[in-house]
């Protein structure tokens, strides 16, 4: 969207799950939708060149839309996740590119007469242009189970002549090429000189009743567009495929599409759901889950950073930015069991091997895998030779890597989530060379000095210096050596290995302390920088790599509390989508992460983006990934239910996923766990803190009394797909 845009009224209508008692069954838990009526009056649209944050988000997790309204001219932005400008060069050479707009002229309006709602059940957005004489009423969505769009216009007041076209930013590089038959309106875009990897779009646009382009709105009368979108990626010859498609389009088989669509959606929200008595973090729990489900589902081109691409110049190219901005969206998905949304994150990391490779062998001189801080899909390399950093330390081989050598690690952080809380094999196989190669590069980079392992010349920070021990990259190695040890027993491969690998893990350099204010508090680094008040990346050892838990020592725990309070960082440009969920993991106060948390959501543009936040859709799930951990944390293998989740308040959750592919459900009611329930997908041993101190514990296995336990925790072994009741007795 443009920048010179003045402003945008938006009013969602956030059609949220307020679901009741776990024991529900899926329908009955879609019928108690509820809605809440949100509206912002003439919120100012700071839109930068690089993504609509402030406009009404629409995806299928493949294609995906927003809207605005400028100069006359209501615009919707199509974007499709794997169509980029693929060459593996920095700068404006590089990286996600616009499908097209399409842009329905509509004389008469404003700016200011411009309002939306959507529903997040289903994506479904209207619309509305009124100046006061006349109302333009515009539904729009975007399907989930097919690459098909639609709009759906409505004069309210009187008739108004529209002018509805396919038009695209002006980029020379570009091969554009369009034309019209038989009332079908199509376009091309096309990325073929001098890339790595072609890449061309076909969109194909039908005015259905209506052969041309400019047509006359009569009160009564729905107009209805039929856009068809597809990519060389799916279709060897995408133009044929999307005329086919929208030539096909009438008014049964729209309706029978929607009807696909929203059981999709449907589908969608029963895989697990939350209550919690406030209606602002609910509203921001499910509004997060809407967001990666609008973008995220092919699994060879997972969104960049943006998630929705308005521009062809976005920001960073719009890249997988690997410290933490491309990872964070994903934190959250694997415990609200969206699996799908979650797995294509993994694809760009692994496509750039072999390149990480050939960095680690000139820059390292090892084994394994070192990554530049930002990579594109199919194994490109977005940010080399970028002009603003070349002959700089910053760059090195020509790839950009700010000193840091943690990047690889950190693509490891959604993988072993989604492995541990899986252990299904297949996916284990799949990223079982890049865990490796992790690994090998670390076990050829580390040193070995006064009985401990030692990192050496890796910036914490982008830029920082050649630091010692620092923090992130310690936490990020006890995740990728508890993983590849995990996935070697698990997968029976190179088990011979494992003794070197527990040897590195156990003799790790301990996480480095300091004194600030009178309180014993984490050093980002041993030698190298103390501390950095404008990032949250000295608490990342705890989250996301998982390094400290509440069963860690207590000092340690102690050291990370004293971090939480002196960094304060609820409200980071940066990394807040690791700051709450680390507060949760150490077992910070709940009451004070609640309240942040609440101020955190309500600091948003309607669409559910942070405000003030330039990285996109980063913070989507933020608020979801703190209420799943703080409602049920499984960390380390020990699920404890509401610990860390103010008493004083009542809530629910429904088949949240946990470490050892668990399933789990259970209620906080007046201060009392019940109804707590636990499906074992692969028969692992389970443990979990006694919900009731000093009770004894029925299993009930299958709807059949089984075994009573007692103590503080209580481990029990489980079978294949077997549902297990925990209750007091």
């Known amino acids: 969207m443009n920048k010179s845009m003045v402003r945008i009224k938006l009013s969602f209508l956030m059609l949220l799950c307020s679901i009741g008692a776990f024991a529900q069954t899926e329908s009955s838990s879609i019928k108690q939708i509820n809605s809440l009526h949100n509206s912002w009056s003439e919120t100012p649209a700071r839109i930068p060149n690089n993504v609509a944050i402030d406009a009404p988000l629409m995806g299928n997790g493949d294609v995906t839309m927003s809207v ?61 242009l009124n100046n006061g004489a006349q109302t333009i009423k515009s539904k729009s969505w975007v399907s989930a189970t097919d690459n098909l769009l639609f709009i759906e216009l409505e004069a309210i007041d009187k008739a108004t002549k529209v002018s509805i076209n396919l038009s695209v930013p002006e980029n020379k590089r570009a091969e554009v090429k369009e034309g019209k038959a038989k009332g079908i309106h199509w376009l091309t875009r096309a990325f073929v000189d001098s890339v790595d990897i072609p890449t061309k779009v076909a969109v194909a646009l039908k005015i259905n009743n209506h052969k041309e382009n400019n047509v006359t709105l009569e009160v009564g009368k729905k107009l209805v567009i039929a856009i068809a979108v597809e990519s060389t990626f799916k279709q060897d010859d995408p133009l044929k495929y999307v005329v086919g498609k929208v030539a096909k389009t009438n008014n049964k088989a729209t309706k029978k599409l929607f009807q696909q669509h929203n059981k999709w959606w449907n589908t969608y929200w029963s895989m697990s759901s939350i209550s919690i008595s406030d209606p602002v973090l609910m509203k921001a729990y499910y509004q997060g889950l809407y967001t990666m489900a609008a973008c995220s589902r092919d699994l060879k081109f997972p969104p960049g950073i943006f998630g929705w691409t308005t521009t062809d110049r976005p920001r960073w190219n719009g890249d997988y930015h690997l410290n933490y901005n491309f990872e964070a969206p994903f934190y959250g998905l694997y415990a609200a069991n969206r699996l799908e ?15 990480g490779e050939a960095y680690a062998k000139q820059i390292t001189h090892g084994r394994g895998v070192l990554y ?23 760059t090195e081989e020509g790839g950009l890597f700010f000193g840091q050598r943690s990047n690889s690690a950190y693509g490891l952080i959604n993988m072993a989530q989604y492995w541990r809380s899986t252990y299904d094999t297949d996916y284990g196989r799949k990223i079982y060379p890049y865990a490796l190669a992790v690994v090998n590069f670390w076990e050829d980079y580390l040193r070995f000095e006064n009985g401990r392992y030692v990192i050496y010349g890796d910036a914490i920070h982008e830029g920082s210096g050649e630091d010692k021990n620092p923090i992130l990259s310690l936490g990020l190695l006890r995740n990728a050596f508890d993983l590849i040890i995990d996935l070697s027993t698990t997968l ?30 984490f050093r980002y680094t041993e030698e190298g920088v103390a501390w950095w008040s404008g990032n949250g990346l000295g608490i990342q050892q705890i989250y996301p790599a998982n390094a400290i838990t509440l069963d860690s020592d207590q000092e340690l725990l102690v050291v990370a509390q004293n971090t939480i309070d002196e960094m304060q960082r609820w409200h980071d440009s940066n990394t807040s989508s690791s700051f709450f969920t680390a507060a949760v993991r150490v077992g910070y106060n709940p009451q004070k992460i609640m309240t942040e948390l609440r101020k955190y959501a ?26 799943n951990e703080m409602l049920c944390m499984s960390a380390g293998n020990v699920i404890r239910l509401f610990s860390v989740f103010p008493k004083d308040q009542n809530a629910s959750f429904n088949n949240l996923r946990t470490w050892g592919a668990f399933l789990v459900s259970a209620k906080l009611n007046d201060g009392i766990i019940n109804q707590v329930k636990i499906k074992s997908e692969k028969g692992r041993p389970c443990t979990i803190i006694n919900p009731w101190p000093n009770k004894k ?3 009930v296995r299958n709807g059949k009394k089984a075994e009573t336990l007692e103590g503080d925790r209580v481990t029990f072994p489980t079978n294949l797909n077997e549902t297990i009741e925990v209750i007091q007795i």
């Open 341 to 355: 949304q979650g797995e294509p994150h993994d694809a760009p990391l692994i496509d750039f091997m072999a390149k």
């Open 68 to 128: 605005g309204y400028k100069e006359n001219k209501l615009r919707y932005y199509l974007s499709k996740n794997d169509f980029w400008r693929l060459r593996s060069q920095s700068d404006d050479l590089s990286g996600p590119r616009v499908v097209s707009f399409v842009d329905i002229q509509i004389d008469g309006f404003n700016e200011s007469d411009f309002s939306a709602k959507q529903s997040i059940k289903n994506g479904l957005t209207t619309c509305l």
């Open 697 to 699: 514990v029925l299993l």
């Open 372 to 394: 530049p801080v930002g990579i594109g899909p199919l194994g490109t390399d977005v940010t080399k030779n970028h002009p603003a950093h070349n002959n700089s330390k910053d």
């Open 602 to 627: 309500q600091h948003t543009y309607p669409n559910g983006f942070q405000q003030n936040n330039p990285h996109g859709i980063e913070n989507s799930c933020t608020v979801t990934n703190a209420l």
């Open 492 to 521: 029976k491969v190179d088990e011979d290995q494992q003794e070197g690998w527990k040897n590195i893990l156990s003799k790790l350099s301990d996480f480095p302390v300091q004194t600030r204010n009178g309180k014993k508090v």
